[in-house]
């Protein structure tokens, strides 16, 4: 995997963080609303990954991600 995309799907992010299992932020931006980002993982260790979005309203959505 060298890279990952990440798509609003209708919900309006405001911000994306990406950490790993030590809660060490690796990734972290402030987005327009539904826009598509593409984020490279090349230089990235194999391990398990947090991926959190904020949308405007205060919801969090976190999904993992397993690179190897």
Known sequence: MKFIL????????QNIVISDVTG?????A???GTEQIVISTA???KGV???SMLTKTGAVSTS???KY
């Open 6 to 13: 990440i798509r609003g799907n209708g919900f309006e992010y």
């Open 24 to 28: 060490r932020e690796i990734f972290k």
């Open 30 to 32: 402030v987005v327009n």
């Open 43 to 45: 230089e990235w260790n």
């Open 49 to 51: 990954y947090f991926v």
């Open 64 to 66: 993992k991600l397993v």
